[in-house]
């Protein structure tokens, strides 16, 4: 077709004599100063090719704000070129608003000898930056225009240009901690270091940080209630349960160098030989979760539910019992289930973050509970109890006595015994374990 490719041709580009044809930011060592960026589809790293290749590959780099970083730069020569020239990269700044059409130079000058005139050339160092890059988190557009300068044997100064590298660049907040549960082996996966920058940019405190985590996660789209225990499977299948939520909701936070805390709390069941009683046999959520309209189908409980209208009671006396078909989510007493949960631990002061159910942090006055499974009995008077239990784990389901029968709870038969309001529980016992 006219001004087009004829179907089975490939499209060549246009031979300059000289051009950038490809950089490497995250070279796999220690000189790098990158964050190892992964893709969660392949659990490869990025850095494992050059990030830009010109015309088939542009993927995002990451570093620790103010770092400098260096580059490892290839050439394409088509045509005589020189044999020595110095190459210079220029762009915008990314710390203050510049003048419409002033460049810094990034880069160079740096001297250049090529072995040969024709073909590839990789530079033998990785080419330093001249200035560091912000210093504060946020995720920037890198944009450079490379030349190549040199002087004729006449003394006639020379510029050729080789091309536009585009980059999308972040920047954190601080060192992070490498193989965090669930995490790459180093760095991180590329959509929560784009979601982590872009939430935090700007911020400065702890504190600020893990709340604009918190915030920012419904943007994800992923959802709660779904069958996925780790990040990558999460962000493969569109959401997960708590305990890959609790995974990443910690290494968003983590990604700027804030270390949270994780903890599972269990329900501990107490059982009464002589009347089979058992108090608790779950703690029962009515909240749909996150980005759910309604509790998941792949993993709610559906029935009816025997609310208890006044708790204590004696097996003998009358009880009123509301009768309600509704769907809840229910996490088993014991070792095998539980809810999993960040802390925050920040001048002086523990936050609770629940990524599942709650869209902001809950202060707590405790210390972070150690991860060790004793039992631990919670009064009413707890402020775990009063400002996150009660909210957001409003039942409690066991097997009790009542108007004369044994009110059981047998999942299988989609039977739910009886639920008890948690704030009109006198005591709870609960387990703590990472």
């Known amino acids: 077709m006219p001004g087009g490719t004829r179907e089975g041709e490939v499209d060549m580009h246009h031979a300059e004599p000289l051009a950038i044809y490809s950089l490497h930011f995250d070279r796999g060592d220690a000189d790098?100063?990158?964050?190892?960026?992964?893709?969660?589809?392949?659990?490869?790293?990025?850095?494992?090719?050059p990030e830009w290749i010109r015309g088939h590959r542009a993927e995002p780099i990451a570093y620790v704000r103010g770092t400098r970083p260096s580059v490892r730069v290839s050439l394409l020569a088509n045509h005589f070129v020189p044999s020595s020239f110095e190459l210079s990269a220029f762009g915008p700044s990314l710390s203050t608003p510049s003048s419409p059409g002033t460049r810094i130079r990034w880069l160079g000058?740096?001297?250049?000898?090529?072995?040969?005139?024709?073909?590839?050339?990789?530079?033998?160092?990785?080419?330093?930056?001249?200035?560091?890059?912000?210093?504060?988190?946020?995720t920037h557009a890198l944009e450079l225009q490379w030349v190549a300068e040199w002087t004729d044997a006449d003394g006639s100064p020379r510029t050729l240009f080789l091309g536009d590298s585009q980059h999308?660049?972040?920047?954190?907040?601080?060192?992070?901690?490498?193989?965090?549960?669930?995490?790459?082996?180093?760095?991180?996966?590329?959509?929560?270091?784009?979601?982590?920058?872009?939430?935090?940019?700007?911020?400065?405190?702890?504190k600020d940080i893990c709340d604009a985590v918190l915030r920012g996660l419904p943007e994800t789209g992923l959802r709660y209630g779904v069958p996925a225990w780790t990040v990558r499977h999460m962000l493969a299948v569109g959401g997960g349960m708590c305990g890959g939520w609790y995974q990443l909701f910690q290494q968003l936070a983590n990604i700027q160098g804030v270390r949270l805390e994780g903890r599972t709390l269990h329900l501990m069941p107490r059982e009464d030989a002589r009347t089979d009683e058992v108090r608790w046999e779950a703690m029962v959520a009515v909240a749909p979760g996150i980005n759910q309209p309604e509790p998941s189908r792949l993993t709610r409980l559906h029935g009816r539910f025997q609310d208890c209208a006044h708790y204590p009671f004696a097996p003998d006396e009358p009880v009123e019992l509301l009768g309600r078909v509704e769907s809840r989510y229910a996490f088993m007493a014991g070792w095998d289930d539980g809810h999993c949960l960040n802390f925050l631990e920040d001048s002086g002061r523990l936050y609770l973050y629940?990524?599942?159910?709650?869209?902001?942090?809950?202060?707590?006055?405790?210390?972070?509970?150690?991860?060790?499974?004793?039992?631990?009995?919670?009064?009413?008077?707890?402020?775990?109890?009063?400002?996150?239990?009660?909210?957001?784990?409003?039942?409690?389901?066991?097997?009790?006595?009542a108007h004369g029968r044994l009110w059981e709870v047998d999942l299988e038969r989609n039977a739910f015994g009886i639920t008890v309001g948690t704030e009109q529980v006198p005591e709870i016992d609960i387990m703590w374990t990472r």
């Open 354 to 401: 629940d990524a599942c159910f709650r869209g902001e942090a809950v202060e707590l006055d405790m210390p972070l509970p150690p991860a060790d499974g004793r039992p631990v009995r919670l009064g009413k008077d707890s402020s775990l109890r009063r400002r996150y239990l009660h909210p957001t784990l409003p039942f409690l389901m066991g097997t009790l006595r």
């Open 32 to 49: 790098s100063g990158t964050i190892p960026l992964w893709n969660p589809v392949t659990d490869t790293r990025l850095g494992e090719l």
């Open 168 to 206: 999308e660049l972040f920047t954190t907040g601080a060192p992070m901690r490498h193989g965090e549960t669930g995490a790459p082996v180093s760095g991180a996966y590329a959509p929560l270091v784009r979601w982590s920058s872009r939430w935090c940019a700007g911020l400065e405190s702890r």
């Open 109 to 138: 000058p740096h001297p250049v000898n090529l072995e040969r005139t024709a073909g590839w050339s990789t530079l033998a160092e990785p080419v330093p930056f001249n200035r560091p890059l912000p210093n504060h988190i946020g």
